[in-house]
């Protein structure tokens, strides 16, 4: 830890009391749906003030001076089509764009919120509530945990895009309308862009006419959230008011092997092949694993070094 961080450590907050429960549902009820398709989810961290713009900005100080990469700071002026790359960076304080969130104008992201103690322990909180609900021991599955927060100016929008991991997010503050399709739709998602994601264009998953008519549209108030299954194209606009989402993402084994098979689809495409998408055949997955895994790790330690 640098010296900044480690100065900035010393004067932690006092502990918010985080709810006895922070799902409000039953063992087992999300068994069917997990990981397959987006469900709307009930918690009770709605406005809680472990997420207050105070509590961010000093956050978002800590994140910062453990390394620049864990806090993303960027115009929230952005369109639905916009590709990551296409998108200004805020040329202000980041400290003075979520303290002023409400008229800034901005989009941040703070990455990896796990490193502060308390958003550890709600994280973990969540797990264990997530594995009770979806009947899977998440922390014997999960290869890769990461805790986002989203903070964002009224209108600002999200723009399309696929993710490798799956994600359960939460409203805290403020509204938006929240748009997922069904990843396994190959109408709004076709087999060459998730290979393209996978060989490392984020952006590969582009916005369609079709996408908008088959989107499960949630209205995110605070107290509601939803599950996003891997690779479920989705996007977001912000109502009128500042929004607050907390995002639990996680990678699972049987993705995280998929993925390599994606990637070495991608390789042969550009061979002339029509590469047999995962699952299809059992024997040409296990070859296109081998074959892969002579080039890199078969273990990646963060999403990153699996993208």
Known sequence: MSTQAAQIAKADPI??????????????????????LPFPVSHNLGNHPLFELSRLVELAKYLWALGGAKVVFQDG??????RWDEIETKTLSFINGIRDIQESGSWVLLKSVQEDPEYQKCIDLCVAELSELTGVDLKKEITWIDGYIFIASPGAVTPHHIDHESNFLLQIHGEKSFNVCDPWDRSVLFEEEIESYYAGDLSAAGFKTVSQEKAFVFPMTPGAGVHIPSKGPHWVRNNDKYSVSFSINFCMRETDIKARIYQCNHYLRKLDFNPTPPGRSALKDRLKILTLGRFGSTKPANKNELL
Not at 77 to 82: I, L, P, Q
């Open 77 to 82: 002026g952005a369109s639905f089509e916009n």
């Open 15 to 36: 502990e918010q009391k985080l709810p006895e429960r922070i799902f409000n549902h039953s063992a087992g009820e999300f068994a069917e749906r997990f990981n397959v």
